[in-house]
């Protein structure tokens, strides 16, 4: 397919979707909302069909007997062509918008699984035209965003949202939910998660750090359709095709990345946990005109008032570039951690560790347990996270749909927070939400809330 943004084509598509004013403010109920399509089965677009996980996203939904791929859309040609072998009735197109315009009535959901960057303009889009949505994570790459995805899901109720956290089909992650849900480790104190990587470990998803010279992008790849809303800057190595998680403006490094698998559990278990009100980051990095920092260690501090809580406040330490909290400060006594990427809970009355698909330890004076032992716990069935998502857009009662927006949203918050903050480090900035503003700090709310989008990218605002 060609991928050239100045083709006769693409200049018809633009004019297209000027006069449709895609960025235009909507009121819910008001505009090209409908509910999809009532059909035997779910007719899905898949945007960004390959990539890190679009792949897997693309075939487990497709291996739901009710699914059909009916759409693909990506900005690399090369990766279209070979998704279009494995579904050679669907249709093909570069730009997402021209999916929407030219073939809105094709289908009813669509999976996005394209960098963070574009989550935004897409899924709003997406749900304003009335579609069911399985969004990769994190879910939005600006803290605004979180306010105008948000606002987008509550505004279309009718549609089934999904993120793309698979990881809570292992029973251990379910079990984790229940303890903390009864209480028997005692109120709250802190929460504690480690997150392997960090933004510039390099290797096949992350980049090292270094500012190459502009290049040209790779043959057959989009690169202006890429870019969605970023403002345009030359592509350079290390960037557009898995790496951009590394950059600025493009992702949120390993701990964007990783927290919504790592935080389910606890917003799942403490309804109570609703926005950040601080957040704290030091880091050695300095310059983050381009990358993001690594070695990070933030303090994001969430206000409760809640009997399950120790405090009035509670504390979620997170921890990249493979660095650990002190076993002995949370009083489990010397070991191996179960992996180096972990979630801690600590309460009045033991510790709760889990890796992202197990194992799940409870720590009682630093002796350990295996938590999937815990007297009590029903058992868990096994189940398909994507297949989920298909049977509740096609109407079919299911409790297994464990993450959608409202809930994503929420995990998501505290790592986009960590990772701007950095850009700060050592400073408190008082964080309000509801103003989507950092209350103490004028220069934070320059820089680090929202983006000026390209003409044309712009998210969906719902009133």
């Not at 946990?273 to 005109?289: A, D, G, K, M, Y």
């Not at 070695?295 to 206000?303: C, E, H, N």
Request: one cysteine or more.
């Amino acid at each position: 397919m060609a991928a050239n943004p100045t083709s006769v084509s693409r200049r018809d598509f633009l004019q297209t979707a000027a006069v449709l004013g895609a960025a235009a403010f909507v009121a819910p109920g008001v505009g090209y909302a409908r509910p999809a399509r009532a059909s035997s089965k779910l007719r899905v677009l898949s945007i960004g069909v390959i990539g890190t996980i679009g792949g897997a996203d693309r075939h487990n939904i497709a291996s739901h007997p009710l699914a059909e791929i009916v759409g693909l859309c990506d900005v690399d040609a090369n990766a279209l062509a070979e998704a279009a072998r494995e579904h050679p009735d669907a249709f093909t197109c570069a730009d997402y918008r021209e999916a929407f315009d030219r073939h809105g009535d094709a289908f009813d959901g669509v999976i996005v699984a394209t960098p963070d960057h574009s989550h935004c303009a897409i899924m709003t889009l997406a749900l304003e035209r009335g579609k069911h949505v399985y969004g990769q994570k994190p879910l939005v790459q600006q803290l605004e965003e979180l306010d105008l995805l948000e606002r987008a899901a509550r505004a279309r109720p009718n549609l089934v949202t999904q993120v793309g956290a698979q990881r809570i089909e292992h029973a251990p992650r379910r079990a984790a939910v229940d303890i903390l849900r009864s209480g028997a480790l005692g109120k709250v104190i802190e929460v504690h998660i480690t997150f392997g990587n960090g933004s510039l470990a390099g290797g096949h998803y992350f980049a090292d750090g270094t500012l190459g010279d502009p290049i040209d992008p790779p043959a057959g790849f989009n690169y202006d359709l890429w870019l969605n809303g970023a403002q345009h800057e030359p592509c350079r190595p290390q960037m557009v095709q898995r790496q951009w998680r590394s950059w600025w403006n493009y992702g949120g490094g390993q701990i964007t990345d990783w927290v919504v698998h790592l935080t389910d559990v606890l917003f799942y278990a403490f309804p109570e946990l609703t926005s950040p009100v601080r957040v704290c980051s030091r880091t050695p990095s300095r310059n983050l005109t381009h990358f993001h920092a690594d070695r990070v260690l933030s303090t994001v501090t969430y206000a409760v008032n809640s009997a399950r809580f120790a405090n009035t406040t509670c504390n979620f330490y997170f921890y990249d570039s493979n660095m650990r909290p002190d076993r002995a400060h949370l009083g489990i006594g010397e070991g191996e951690w179960p992996s180096g990427i972990v979630t801690i809970v600590v309460c009045e009355g033991g510790t709760l560790v889990l890796a992202p698909e197990g194992p799940l330890e409870i720590w009682r004076d630093a002796r350990k347990t295996d938590g999937m032992e815990w007297p009590g716990l029903p058992p868990y069935e096994k189940f398909s996270h994507w297949h989920a998502w298909v049977d509740k857009a096609l109407g079919r009662d299911t409790p297994h749909l464990w993450m959608p927006f409202d809930i994503g949203i929420r995990c998501t918050e505290p790592g986009l927070l960590a990772v701007k903050a950095a850009r700060y480090p050592g400073q408190s900035l008082e964080w309000d939400r509801r103003s989507l503003s950092f209350t103490n700090h004028a220069e934070a709310n320059r820089t680090l809330v929202r983006r000026e989008y390209r003409s044309g990218f712009e998210p969906v605002r719902f009133k």
